[in-house]
């Protein structure tokens, strides 16, 4: 059997945590789509309490249906990923709200965050490990650790698509006025 290698880090939440968090982000959109309340999830886990920033990624069939975080924490971790799961199925801009017939085809990916570091040299980029911020002006784009590694993309390509989706030029991370910041997720 071919061992995966695990893209992003390791921020320490236990199985039942990322459980937890899966769980949330699950119901939150299935619950919407039914057009039922989201009920309080009850959080005893001081890590899910914790300010932290996260993305919630929905897949169908494979495909990529809806994405939204937070670059930085907003609030509890748990509330974080309740109010992305929400955004991502009904608020992404890319794709139309999730409707109740889809929802046993959906699959939920959680990426929680470490701090942004700026970064004034690109080497420092480790694809797989790191993910991309890249800011210069009002044009800002962030792209996921795990997206580099879905392509097959080396750091340069990398650089140049997160340049891309902050609207800017493949190759405006050579200037000097364009801010780069790298950061983690443990994603699961």
Known sequence: MKE??????????????????????????????????????????????????????????????????????????????????????FRDPRFPPVRENELSELEFEISVLTPLRRIKDVDEIQVGKHGIYIKKGWFSGLLLPQVATEYGWDRQTFVEHTCQKAGLPSNAWKEKDTEIYIFSADIF
């Open 4 to 89: 995966e290698r695990k893209v992003g880090v390791d921020l320490g939440l236990n199985q039942d945590e990322k459980k937890s968090l899966r769980h949330i982000a699950r119901t939150v959109v299935e619950n919407k789509a039914r057009g039922k309340p989201v009920p309080d999830f009850k959080i005893e886990s001081p890590i899910l309490r914790e300010n932290r920033g996260a993305f919630v990624t929905i897949h169908k069939r494979g495909q990529l249906r809806g994405c939204i975080g937070y670059i930085e924490g907003h609030g509890p971790l748990h509330k974080t990923v309740e109010d992305m799961a929400d955004a991502a199925a």
